[in-house]
């Protein structure tokens, strides 16, 4: 076999062996980055409530961090994205082993959102997955776009703030699960109006809780 031939397979083998490396690395230690929605008090989201509580118990080494801002009727989300880009780098600085979730809920996860592309370099490995729910910048026909049961007919729809955003990062996309509950009127315009019952309805729908759960955990063990 010719050397040049010969160097390419090894090449590429190695490659190979490292990402499956990689892909495998489970996470020892992470934080669930939690952003509420307009009007929850300070604290947890009433949307990932549960689905962490089904994280922390199947993955161990977790701790939470409910993200700090005013979540108020304003939509002015920047402090909160401020927190999160804030907490993911301090974060990595201190342990450059921890991982990180992001998630967020309506107005949550636009701040979410418009933290993404000012995470880069150690900070954008540290993050191993994004997870939103009822997203005003859900942008149609992302490969990431759900619907509340995993299904595709949220894919090509808008959410209220779409035009006016950048959205997701392409290299942030398959980090990504954006859940669009059908008829959300705040991520999904073609079939909702506003902030209704299935923009609401997230925190209690089985599906979109067993969703996250999954989702997350296999971030987090390097399974997906």
């Given at each position: 076999m010719a050397p040049a031939k010969t160097f390419l397979l090894s090449l590429l083998a190695a490659t190979a062996s490292a990402v499956a490396v990689e892909r495998a690395a489970a996470c020892s230690a992470y934080t669930l980055i939690d952003t509420r929605g307009?009007?929850?008090?300070?604290?947890?989201?009433?949307?990932?409530?549960?689905?962490?509580?089904?994280i922390r118990?199947?993955?161990?080494?977790?701790?939470?961090?409910?993200?700090?801002y005013p979540a108020d009727?304003?939509?002015?989300?920047a402090s909160g994205t401020a927190a999160i880009v804030n907490r993911v780098n301090s974060g990595v600085a201190a342990n450059p082993n921890m991982c990180f979730i992001l998630e967020g809920y309506s107005q949550g996860a636009a701040a979410t959102v418009n933290a993404l592309s000012q995470l880069t370099g150690a900070s954008f490995t540290a993050v191993k997955g994004v997870f939103l729910i009822g997203d005003p910048e859900?942008?149609?026909?992302?490969?990431?776009?759900?619907?509340?049961?995993?299904?595709?007919?949220?894919k090509n729809v808008n959410g209220?703030?779409?035009?006016g955003s950048n959205g997701i990062p392409s290299?942030?996309?398959?980090?990504?699960?954006?859940?669009?509950?059908?008829?959300?009127?705040v991520c999904d315009t073609t079939h909702g109006y506003g902030i209704n019952q299935q923009h609401l309805a997230y925190p209690t729908l089985t599906s979109v809780q067993n969703l996250g759960t999954t989702f997350v955990v296999g971030k987090l063990r390097g399974t997906s």
């Amino acid at each position: 076999m010719a050397p040049a031939k010969t160097f390419l397979l090894s090449l590429l083998a190695a490659t190979a062996s490292a990402v499956a490396v990689e892909r495998a690395a489970a996470c020892s230690a992470y934080t669930l980055i939690d952003t509420r929605g307009t009007g929850e008090a300070q604290g947890p989201s009433a949307g990932f409530r549960t689905m962490n509580s089904h994280i922390r118990s199947q993955v161990s080494g977790g701790q939470e961090y409910d993200t700090v801002y005013p979540a108020d009727a304003s939509q002015n989300s920047a402090s909160g994205t401020a927190a999160i880009v804030n907490r993911v780098n301090s974060g990595v600085a201190a342990n450059p082993n921890m991982c990180f979730i992001l998630e967020g809920y309506s107005q949550g996860a636009a701040a979410t959102v418009n933290a993404l592309s000012q995470l880069t370099g150690a900070s954008f490995t540290a993050v191993k997955g994004v997870f939103l729910i009822g997203d005003p910048e859900h942008k149609s026909g992302l490969a990431c776009n759900v619907d509340q049961n995993g299904g595709t007919t949220t894919k090509n729809v808008n959410g209220l703030s779409a035009f006016g955003s950048n959205g997701i990062p392409s290299n942030w996309v398959s980090k990504t699960l954006d859940v669009c509950n059908y008829g959300d009127g705040v991520c999904d315009t073609t079939h909702g109006y506003g902030i209704n019952q299935q923009h609401l309805a997230y925190p209690t729908l089985t599906s979109v809780q067993n969703l996250g759960t999954t989702f997350v955990v296999g971030k987090l063990r390097g399974t997906s």
